[in-house]
């Protein structure tokens, strides 16, 4: 058996917030920007939309084009760290939503590697007689938790969402490897630091701004420019590829260096990475499964190419899997 992705989705809000727009609202500039992390604009949720709207737009069009009913969905995953609330997960919300009656549910929070994590997971209940076809959500509303008087955060993060069906394929296709882990020791360079058990939302946390996200962006810098190409490595050896066999590397979108680091160190050339991270800044855990879906919308991914995926985030969190792009 081996899972194979049968479809694909994504949304993002309508509203761009460019880097002209963040000049009017911070000490900062368009070219600073661009220089230091290739971001030109990102989306932006309205009000009222939750992270479990965008979770559900991507879901039904990756559902539409898998093919198959939500009702014979046996998972969600959805991978936030910006779910609606706490409790209830944001999966429960999407499966009602989506009637997929027959589903498991639960939220998965690995920060920007989710995607990552939650194909490993998926993967792994595959391998399972009870278990056929699995729907993972990453989806992220960033704007929510980012405090625009920061320069160091708010200019690198947007909202969005992209999902994946995962079913069972005997062929070719489908994931041939994968690696996740984490580093502990580096939590505390990118949290968000109330709201939780550790530091209760008090009057006083939210005059402190501790709702926001704070990042430690040199050490995160650092930690993802060494992990992207050691964990490529792991995943392309363990399924016995090398770089050069790679059709299509699909990194995190945090920061244009960090990708062109990955790059150079491992030889793939500009026409085989996809990019996103210019139109839509770093939307975590959606920031894979958005590239995919229009990678394959607009004909780049094709069936049979070698993909490679990588991200890290929050925790930290890294992860990679090596697909065979297609479907029996
Ligand atoms: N505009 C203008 N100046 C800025 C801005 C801004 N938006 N942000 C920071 N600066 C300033 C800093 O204050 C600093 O000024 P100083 O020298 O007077 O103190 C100067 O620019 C340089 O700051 P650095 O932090 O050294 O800038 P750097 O080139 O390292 O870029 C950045 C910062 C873009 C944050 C980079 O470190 C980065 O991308 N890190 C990784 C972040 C990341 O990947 N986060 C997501 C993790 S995944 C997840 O789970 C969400």
Known sequence: MRAQIIGVGHALPERRLTNQELEQMVDTSD???VERSGIRERRIADPPTKCSDLAYQAAAMALQRAGIAARQLDLIIVATATPDMSFPSTACIVQDRLGASNAAAFDLEAGCTGFIYGLDVAHKYLLSEDYNYILIIGAEVLSRILNYED????VLFGDGAGAAVLGKGHDGY??????IGADGSGA???TLPAGGT???ASLET???GLHFVQMNGNEVFRFASRILPEISS???QKAGYTYSDIDIFVPHQANIRIIKTAMKRMNIPAEKTLINLDKYGNISAACIPVALSQAE??????????ALLVAFGAGLTYGGVLLRWGRD
């Open 297 to 306: 919308e607009e004909g780049r991914l094709k069936a049979g190419d070698l």
């Open 198 to 200: 550790a530091m209760p």
């Open 31 to 33: 070219q600073w920007i």
């Open 234 to 236: 792991k995943v392309l």
């Open 188 to 190: 505390r360079f990118l």
């Open 206 to 208: 939210v005059q402190n």
């Open 151 to 154: 320069r160091n955060t708010c």
């Open 174 to 179: 489908g994931l041939l490897s994968s690696v």
